[in-house]
């Protein structure tokens, strides 16, 4: 059962955590003459640990942060090997862990041209030639749905004269010698490059497919790369599937991504393929689930430059538990404890003001309520967290009642339920979650994609805790930033992975333009600080590693960012300005800004 027959000879992590911790302790009280490999002085140390918030230096022996303190100190640990670097007063950070990331989806994305937004040469060019730039050699690129937003809006002002881009295919084979290409149509017209074409044997002189044809030049005769009907369909048969050594290909390239932003830890949500495909679901129950083997084969390798928390799939922790992937099991690469599932795409109690005969639905992906909550307490009882995609007030209302059933059907445990998305609750629900201590996991990039619609969706009364972070926090309920990269499944939106804009739409509760002025329901904003700990602490606790990472603490792993201004005194709208200038991952650096 590929690479996991390794995680079943793992001990706990309990045990495993225990044990570093002792040795570390007894490391760093024995070998004080010891040497750091990494110290960085000069600093803004912001620790995000109570008992320590603020320091000047950090020193750093392989994997492990063993000294926070003043310079003098801290340098005293400097020996002929140690790399010592001077940040000039820059700020220092614990290492961002991202708690929601779809990585395979972004891996497919490095492949692919977004083109829903295009309809213009020059730009569809541009976007093109960035995509080559990275892409290795003979790899075919993808696209899909050039010019949708601007039919759609032309559809929406009547204007039935519309006329998509008709892509150049000189232009086209010009940037892509070593590349094939295929793109599809918003309306499922397809273009093929010339070197996707020869691939394919089509000439200008290959009879059209039933259903179908090759559409050629009026005036030479020759293929214009534009594919109609069943002809474009079969060519889109023709392009091989994604093979793993791909995928790991392109892992490496999105880890980097990460890395770029401070990015050391991710919560995933994965899958066990092995399991998936002995399973008969009754829809697509696991789209965008990562691949669990790509993380286990970069770990293999030595490969792996961001920890990863993989939210695994709530319908099958029996089929997990069978497997050996037992709750609190792994490392400190990979580590397991959180099962995903899906409620509703909004689920209301009233109807949408603007739609008064419709209320929303759960989503394709629920079988039953019932079954909901059998897998809730199940998983519950074997010691899963469960992570719940959560958007409508009755979703929030059902969810918590199931949580509630789980805490009282099973034996009281360290729970750290979640709640992934929390957009439209009742204040009585986040009310009903800071009881049980639950972790919301806000994306704020979905708050500005909902700012004109919100109230006219659902009436300015029930508008006024919809993405209601303030009010959480106020309850007790901890929160998390979290990206969902890279955006959703169609690709009509990118969700960004930097995380010092998402703590500007966070705090400023506005987009990169102002808008709205003052911010959107200003009142529920967070601070910076509070926006810290959602990316460090706050993340790492979900995962049940406040005690490995989420803080510069001595004895923690050296998981660590250094960004070019300090945060905590700017402007808010200079978070966008402040740069990543060196990530720190198990104590070495993998990003250094040139």
């Given at each position: 059962?590929?690479?996991?027959?390794?995680?079943?000879?793992?001990?706990?992590?309990?045990?495993?955590?225990?044990?570093?911790?002792?040795?570390?302790?007894?490391?760093?009280?024995?070998?004080?003459?010891?040497?750091?490999?990494?110290?960085?002085?000069?600093?803004?140390?912001?620790?995000?640990?109570?008992?320590?918030?603020?320091?000047?230096?950090?020193?750093?022996?392989?994997?492990?942060?063993?000294?926070?303190?003043?310079?003098?100190?801290?340098?005293?640990?400097?020996?002929?090997?140690?790399?010592?670097?001077?940040?000039?007063g820059?700020?220092?950070?614990p290492?961002?862990?991202?708690?929601?990331?779809?990585?395979?989806?972004?891996?497919?994305?490095?492949?692919?041209?977004?083109?829903?937004?295009?309809?213009?040469?020059?730009?569809?060019?541009?976007?093109?030639?960035?995509?080559?730039?990275?892409?290795?050699?003979?790899?075919?690129?993808t696209?899909?749905?050039?010019?949708?937003?601007a039919?759609?809006?032309?559809?929406?002002?009547?204007?039935?004269?519309?006329?998509?881009?008709?892509?150049?295919?000189?232009?086209?084979?010009?940037?892509?010698?070593?590349?094939?290409?295929?793109?599809?149509?918003?309306?499922?017209?397809?273009?093929?490059?010339?070197?996707?074409?020869?691939?394919?044997?089509?000439?200008?002189?290959?009879?059209?497919?039933?259903?179908?044809?090759?559409?050629?030049?009026?005036?030479?005769?020759?293929?214009?790369?534009?594919?109609?009907?069943?002809?474009?369909?079969?060519?889109?048969?023709?392009?091989?599937?994604?093979s793993?050594?791909?995928?790991?290909?392109?892992?490496?390239?999105?880890?980097?991504?990460?890395?770029?932003?401070?990015?050391?830890?991710?919560?995933?949500?994965?899958?066990?393929?092995?399991?998936?495909?002995?399973?008969?679901?009754?829809?697509?129950?696991?789209?965008?689930?990562?691949?669990?083997?790509?993380?286990?084969?970069?770990?293999?390798?030595?490969?792996?430059?961001?920890?990863?928390?993989?939210?695994?799939?709530?319908?099958?922790?029996?089929?997990?538990?069978?497997?050996?992937?037992?709750?609190?099991?792994?490392?400190?690469?990979?580590?397991?404890?959180?099962?995903?599932?899906?409620?509703?795409?909004?689920?209301?109690?009233?109807s949408?003001?603007?739609?008064p005969?419709?209320?929303?639905?759960?989503?394709?992906?629920?079988?039953?309520e019932?079954?909901?909550?059998?897998?809730?307490?199940?998983?519950?009882?074997?010691g899963?967290?469960?992570?719940?995609?959560?958007?409508?007030?009755?979703?929030?209302?059902?969810?918590?009642?199931?949580?509630?059933?789980?805490?009282?059907?099973?034996k009281?445990?360290d729970?750290?339920?979640?709640?992934?998305?929390?957009?439209?609750?009742?204040?009585?629900?986040?009310?009903?979650?800071?009881?049980?201590?639950a972790?919301?996991?806000?994306?704020?990039?979905?708050?500005?994609?909902?700012?004109?619609?919100?109230?006219?969706?659902?009436?300015?009364?029930?508008?006024?805790?919809?993405?209601?972070?303030?009010?959480?926090?106020?309850?007790?309920?901890?929160?998390?930033?979290?990206?969902?990269?890279?955006?959703?499944?169609?690709?009509?939106?990118?969700?960004?992975?930097?995380?010092?804009?998402?703590?500007?739409?966070?705090?400023?509760?506005?987009?990169?333009?102002?808008i709205?002025?003052?911010?959107?329901?200003?009142?529920?904003?967070?601070?910076?600080?509070?926006?810290?700990?959602?990316?460090?602490?706050?993340?790492?606790?979900?995962?049940?590693?406040?005690?490995?990472?989420?803080?510069?603490?001595?004895?923690?792993?050296?998981?660590?960012?250094?960004?070019?201004?300090?945060?905590?005194?700017?402007?808010?709208?200079?978070?966008?300005?402040?740069?990543?200038?060196?990530?720190?991952?198990?104590?070495?650096?993998?990003?250094?800004?040139?």
């Amino acid at each position: 059962m590929h690479l996991l027959f390794e995680e079943k000879q793992m001990k706990s992590s309990k045990s495993f955590v225990f044990m570093s911790i002792v040795i570390t302790i007894m490391g760093f009280s024995s070998s004080q003459a010891q040497d750091a490999t990494l110290i960085f002085h000069n600093a803004k140390v912001w620790t995000v640990d109570e008992s320590q918030p603020l320091a000047q230096a950090v020193a750093i022996r392989g994997s492990r942060i063993i000294k926070v303190g003043g310079n003098v100190e801290t340098l005293a640990l400097r020996g002929a090997a140690t790399k010592v670097i001077d940040l000039k007063g820059k700020m220092l950070l614990p290492g961002f862990i991202d708690a929601h990331t779809h990585f395979e989806n972004a891996v497919g994305y490095f492949f692919e041209v977004r083109l829903m937004d295009v309809n213009d040469q020059d730009e569809f060019l541009k976007r093109l030639r960035e995509t080559v730039q990275r892409v290795p050699k003979g790899i075919w690129i993808t696209g899909c749905d050039w010019g949708a937003f601007a039919a759609w809006d032309a559809e929406k002002k009547g204007n039935w004269s519309f006329v998509p881009l008709k892509p150049d295919l000189a232009a086209v084979d010009a940037l892509t010698h070593d590349h094939p290409v295929l793109f599809r149509r918003y309306d499922h017209v397809y273009f093929a490059n010339s070197k996707a074409l020869q691939l394919a044997r089509i000439g200008k002189h290959t009879p059209n497919p039933r259903g179908g044809r090759y559409e050629k030049s009026p005036s030479t005769g020759e293929l214009t790369g534009i594919l109609i009907g069943t002809a474009g369909e079969r060519m889109e048969k023709l392009v091989p599937p994604v093979s793993h050594e791909q995928k790991l290909m392109g892992a490496r390239r999105v880890q980097e991504e990460l890395n770029r932003f401070g990015i050391t830890s991710i919560h995933d949500i994965a899958r066990v393929d092995e399991i998936s495909q002995r399973k008969l679901f009754h829809t697509h129950v696991e789209r965008s689930h990562s691949d669990l083997s790509i993380f286990l084969d970069l770990r293999k390798r030595g490969e792996l430059t961001v920890r990863v928390y993989p939210i695994l799939t709530l319908r099958v922790w029996r089929e997990l538990l069978e497997y050996g992937i037992q709750p609190g099991q792994g490392d400190e690469m990979i580590q397991y404890g959180g099962l995903k599932a899906f409620v509703d795409g909004t689920l209301m109690f009233e109807s949408y003001a603007n739609s008064p005969n419709y209320a929303g639905n759960f989503t394709w992906r629920v079988v039953d309520e019932q079954t909901m909550e059998n897998d809730i307490v199940g998983a519950d009882s074997a010691g899963f967290d469960s992570a719940i995609h959560v958007i409508g007030d009755k979703a929030h209302y059902l969810l918590l009642n199931w949580y509630e059933a789980a805490i009282a059907k099973n034996k009281s445990r360290d729970r750290r339920f979640r709640l992934i998305h929390v957009q439209y609750p009742s204040l009585k629900d986040i009310q009903r979650a800071g009881r049980m201590r639950a972790i919301a996991d806000m994306t704020p990039y979905h708050m500005l994609r909902d700012v004109v619609a919100t109230e006219r969706l659902l009436g300015p009364e029930r508008a006024k805790t919809a993405h209601a972070w303030r009010t959480m926090i106020q309850n007790g309920v901890r929160i998390n930033i979290v990206s969902d990269w890279p955006g959703s499944f169609d690709k009509s939106s990118i969700s960004p992975v930097n995380p010092l804009e998402n703590m500007f739409y966070a705090i400023a509760r506005q987009d990169t333009s102002g808008i709205p002025p003052g911010g959107w329901h200003a009142s529920e904003a967070i601070t910076i600080q509070e926006a810290i700990q959602a990316y460090t602490i706050n993340p790492a606790f979900a995962s049940h590693e406040e005690h490995l990472k989420g803080s510069i603490t001595e004895g923690k792993l050296a998981d660590l960012v250094v960004l070019s201004k300090d945060i905590i005194s700017i402007q808010p709208r200079e978070l966008l300005s402040t740069e990543v200038l060196y990530t720190i991952f198990d104590g070495r650096i993998v990003y250094q800004k040139q």
